[in-house]
């Protein structure tokens, strides 16, 4: 741990770095996660709704915890920067991907679910549905160390990144959906940023490849690491700054 926390003091820029892409990524994937829960309390009881993802943010919590203890064993896996960076090239791919005029939301239909088939007959609709969210929240939550362990084999910031993803489920995810209601365009920008991150971790293979290579050094460097620091903060302050100078983007109205 001490050597961990040494490693960011050398480099606080680049921890900086990495705890700003993983506040983004966690962002995203809590505003996907909480539409998909929200679906499913849809068919309770208005008074049960709540309570029902009370209980989703505790299993949220619980299951993150337990996906912390194989962090430390994830983290020797060289492939994963790769794959991390596959699977946010594919969340970019979902969301620039044309979409037919009359495709309907995603919605979860809990019926195909065995486990909400077996639990509605022993414990009734509220906690066959408890069942489904939790199984859901352990879904997401290998999703949440996946992503933060392909950034880092660095402890200290995997663990602030596994509670960036906690705390992005209850308040970053609100903020950020009240931000890009105001500023739709930032939602594009977002999308592009996790495009860039995934491209720069699919080149982890060059760097593992050919680490004495001229373009293996650059990509493991500092400045590579600044310079996409800097890259990925112009792509929301740019137009953020033009938006409000010129409205070009076009923001939102307030009502």
Partial sequence: MSADLQQILDNPLAALAILGNLILIESLLSVDNAAVLATMVGDLPKEQRQKALRYGIIGAYVFRGLCLLFASFLIQFWFLKPLGGLYLLYLAYEHFKPKRKNEEEEVVEKEKSW?????????????????????????????????????TDNMILICAGVFIGILAMRLVAQAFVLLMAKYPFLETAAFLVIAVLGLKLMLALVSHFYPESAFGRLLESEAADAGLTVLTVAMFLVPWATSLLFNIPERRASR
């Fill in 115 to 151: 486990l909400y088939r077996r639990t509605l007959g022993l414990a009734g609709q509220f906690w066959a549905t408890v069942a489904l969210i939790e199984l859901m929240d352990l879904a997401f939550s290998i999703d949440n160390v996946f992503a933060v362990v392909a950034f």
